[in-house]
């Protein structure tokens, strides 16, 4: 005679200890710390943007940042290069800025495919010196850099600060384009070899595309951080004057609000550049599906 199993009772199947909630996004959740920490988080780092923002619109009456507010004026981005200097500091910012992010993808490139597809005796050297080049302390690439442009007769200036900001930007393009470079299969330039194509073909037409995207992130990396150095800088540049190094200066002897109009003119462009990224990718997502 075959017996049957009895049901087993919600009560008996219930665990001693309660899963967490899986909702059908797969995430688990299990309490809001996590949510109010990212948001402690984004809103401290927002704060000093917003303030940037909208006290480049404060009235200050006396020319200089003032934490009164006194009233809206659009006077300040009218008048942007009546700060004599600022003007020149931040074209100077930029232009250094420029350059060596087109220069260390230029060197970066060839640099990362050797190291991420080729094994070759000194690579471990190499390596070693790239990751260094990102571990070491601001104040100690300044001061060798310094020390390495006296040593060789070399005056600071625009050129050894371009230099300098191209020696620190490599080693960040080089781990940008790795991780772009072994997430690409080297399937595509054999069949382009096995077609016909040489093999500056073949990395042109298909190696360069692909790592097209990397690049371009691996160049505004380095945008961003030379356009913001300070401390590496102000060891060598010599008379040549920086955006932030015109901002330290200013702020001894009280900055001028145009300051907090090329802060917001640069955060809006990264933001726009951010926003056509991010439209783009979605773009191209729904073409690939």
């Known amino acids: 005679m075959t017996t049957v199993a009895p049901p087993r009772s919600s009560a008996g199947s219930a665990s001693p200890v309660s899963a967490?909630?899986?909702?059908?996004?797969?995430?688990?959740?299990?309490?809001?710390?996590?949510?109010?920490?990212?948001?402690?988080?984004?809103?401290?780092?927002?704060?000093?943007?917003?303030?940037?923002?909208?006290?480049?619109f404060n009235d200050a009456p006396t020319n200089r940042l003032s934490f009164a507010w006194n009233g809206f004026t659009t006077y300040w981005y009218a008048n942007l290069v009546n700060v004599s200097g600022l003007g020149q500091a931040f074209v100077t910012s930029v232009v250094v800025a420029f350059l060596a992010a087109i220069v260390s993808v230029a060197i970066g490139l060839p640099l990362a495919l050797a190291l991420e597809r080729?094994?070759?005796?000194?690579?471990?050297?190499?390596?070693?010196?790239?990751?260094?080049?990102?571990?070491?302390?601001?104040?100690?690439?300044?001061?060798?850099?310094?020390?390495?442009?006296?040593?060789?007769?070399?005056?600071?200036?625009?050129?050894t600060v371009l230099l300098t900001h191209v020696?620190?930007?490599?080693?960040?393009?080089?781990?940008?384009?790795?991780?772009?470079?072994?997430?690409?299969?080297?399937?595509?330039?054999?069949?382009?070899?096995?077609?016909?194509?040489?093999?500056?073909?073949?990395?042109?037409?298909?190696?360069?595309?692909?790592?097209?995207?990397?690049?371009?992130?691996?160049?505004?990396?380095?945008?961003?951080?030379?356009?913001?150095?300070?401390?590496?800088?102000?060891?060598v540049a010599g008379p040549a004057v920086t955006f932030p190094l015109f901002v330290y200066g200013a702020a001894k002897a009280g900055m001028p609000p145009q300051v907090l109009c090329f802060g917001t003119l640069v955060f809006a462009v990264g933001l726009l550049v951010a926003l056509l990224n991010g439209a783009l990718n979605r773009r191209l997502a729904r073409t690939r599906g």
Request: aromatic content about 12%; cysteine-free; hydrophobic content about 55%.
């Open 118 to 159: 080729y094994r070759f005796p000194g690579r471990g050297v190499v390596n070693s010196v790239v990751f260094a080049d990102i571990a070491a302390p601001s104040i100690v690439v300044g001061s060798a850099s310094l020390s390495f442009f006296l040593s060789i007769g070399l005056g600071t200036g625009f050129l």
């Open 167 to 235: 020696a620190f930007d490599v080693a960040y393009v080089v781990v940008v384009l790795r991780a772009r470079i072994a997430g690409t299969s080297r399937a595509l330039e054999e069949a382009a070899g096995d077609l016909g194509a040489t093999p500056f073909q073949a990395f042109r037409l298909v190696t360069l595309p692909l790592l097209a995207p990397g690049m371009l992130a691996a160049g505004l990396l380095a945008l961003a951080m030379s356009i913001d150095d300070y401390v590496i800088t102000s060891f």
């Open 20 to 56: 967490p909630v899986v909702h059908r996004n797969g995430v688990n959740r299990r309490g809001p710390w996590l949510a109010i920490v990212y948001w402690v988080v984004i809103a401290i780092t927002l704060v000093p943007i917003v303030y940037m923002v909208v006290y480049s």
